[in-house]
C-alpha cells in the first residue's frame, strides 16, 4: 500500500512540474522577445479579474514599445496573449485540446517572435492568482486588427478579452 501510495504521488509530483514547465515555457512569461527595458516606451498597467480585463481596450501607436504589468486579481489561474482574431482562435482550440488531454506545445511560442503554427504570431504570459505578470511588446507596423484575451477554456467565451486601437 505504502508503495502504491509512493508511485502515486511521485507521479503526480512528475506531472506537476512538466504541467509547469509547460505553462512557463516562452510565451506564457519564459521567452525572450529580445526587448530590455531600456527599449520600452510606456508601461500599462491592467487588472485581470475572473472574466474580465481592466481596461477592456488599449489605444498603440505602431512601432512603441510597450511593457504591460497585468494583476491577477481573481482567483484563477489567466493568460494575456496578444494577436489577431484567428490566432486567439487557433490558440483557444490548443488551449481546449490541452484541458482534454491531447497535448499542448508552446515552446515555439515566444513574446512577440511568433508561434510554430500558421497565422498564428501571438506574445502572452500567464499570471497566476494574486500575482503580476510583465510582457515587453513591440507594436508591429501596419496592423490595424490585434485584441488581448485569456484563451484558456471558457475564459474569452465568458467575455475576457479586450481591443487594440491604432
Known amino acids: ?16 512540474l512538466v504541467t509547469s514547465a ?5 510565451g506564457h ?13 510606456r508601461t500599462i498597467s491592467l487588472e485581470a479579474g475572473d472574466m474580465w480585463f481592466d481596461p477592456e481596450e488599449l489605444e498603440m501607436a505602431s512601432g512603441e514599445v510597450v511593457k504591460f ?9 489567466h493568460e494575456f496573449v496578444i494577436g489577431s482574431k484567428e490566432a486567439h482562435e487557433e490558440h483557444r482550440k490548443m488551449m481546449l485540446d490541452m484541458a482534454n488531454g491531447e497535448g499542448h506545445d508552446m515552446s515555439n511560442m515566444s513574446q512577440g517572435e511568433g508561434h510554430d503554427m500558421p497565422n498564428m504570431s501571438m506574445a502572452g504570459v500567464t499570471i497566476a492568482p ?6 515587453l511588446w513591440s507594436v508591429p507596423d501596419n496592423t490595424n486588427e490585434l485584441e488581448y ?9 465568458s467575455g475576457m ?3 487594440f486601437t491604432f
Open 1 to 16: 500500500m505504502r508503495k502504491n501510495t509512493l508511485v502515486t504521488s511521485l507521479f503526480a509530483l512528475s506531472l506537476g
Open 22 to 26: 509547460t505553462w512557463a515555457a516562452p
Open 29 to 41: 512569461g519564459g521567452g525572450d522577445s529580445g526587448l530590455t527595458e531600456s527599449d520600452v516606451d
Open 69 to 77: 504589468e497585468i494583476t491577477n486579481t481573481g482567483s484563477l489561474e
Open 130 to 135: 494574486g500575482e503580476t505578470g510583465t510582457l
Open 149 to 157: 484575451a485569456c484563451n484558456i477554456p471558457g475564459h474569452y467565451e
Open 161 to 163: 478579452y479586450g481591443n
